[in-house]
């Protein structure tokens, strides 16, 4: 658990070689200003299942390893990341950002 103030910078990260799922839920309030991933597709705003529950994209994927997605994702406390791709095994993930 991280504990922050607000204004606060925070990275969340998962190394390549650390499996294919990546869950993180949010027990604070937070913008999300940057994310680096490849090829691994959206990240999606809960588990994704087709026109029955969660939000299919919060944040897109780049095109290629040398862009990294730019904006501000505000996210809220409770709500929960996930992805679930072998790109995220084969590169990792980064996202960071500030408390809000």
């Not at 588990?47 to 944040?59: E, F, I, Q, Y």
């Amino acid at each position: 658990m991280i504990l922050l103030a607000s204004g606060d910078a925070f990275l969340l990260s998962q190394e390549a070689g650390n499996g294919n799922t990546y869950s993180y839920t949010a027990t604070a309030d937070l913008i999300m200003l940057n994310w680096g991933i490849t090829s691994a597709g959206d990240i999606n705003l809960g588990t994704w299942v087709n026109a029955t529950s969660g939000v299919l994209v919060l944040m897109k994927s780049p095109d290629n390893a040398l862009n990294n997605g730019q904006s501000r994702v505000v996210f809220t406390t409770g709500s929960t990341l996930y992805i679930d791709n072998v790109d995220i095994n084969n590169y990792g993930i980064c996202i960071g950002g500030i408390e809000l």
